[in-house]
């Protein structure tokens, strides 16, 4: 079965960097994009990024962009997301999710979820 297991988030301090990680197993994972969506409490989820099933095409909420960025290693079943010139605003739960398609980098929808990893900016 499809498995999604995030790893690295923590407290940071505002301006600092934190580097996510996601693997990936039970699906032919060079055939779908990946993304990364994130909710904050009593907020809807949030699309972060999105990176195609190639590695090549990468999106990024405006939110995020400049100082976020994905990546994936398709080798390795795993995608990533470095964050730098963290703020309190990301303070979030972040998800790794799998898309529905090879393209779709966009958007909250997706096939499946992992847990979750939490990511706290906090002075």
């Known amino acids: 079965q499809v498995q999604l297991v995030e790893s690295g988030g923590g407290l940071v301090q505002p301006g600092g960097s934190l580097r996510l990680s996601c693997a990936a197993s039970g699906f032919p994972f060079t055939s779908f994009a990946m993304k990364w969506i994130r909710q904050s409490p009593g907020k809807d989820l949030e699309w972060v990024a999105g990176i195609d099933s190639v590695g090549t095409g990468t999106h990024y909420a405006d939110s995020v962009k400049d100082r976020f960025t994905i990546s994936r290693d398709n080798v390795k079943n795993a995608v990533y997301l470095q964050m730098n010139s963290l703020k309190p605003q990301d303070t979030a739960m972040y998800f790794c999710?799998?898309?529905?398609?090879?393209?779709?980098?966009?958007?909250?929808?997706?096939?499946?979820r992992g847990q979750g990893t939490q990511v706290t900016v906090s002075s």
């Open positions: 999710a799998k898309s529905n398609y090879p393209n779709g980098v966009g958007g909250t929808a997706a096939s499946a």
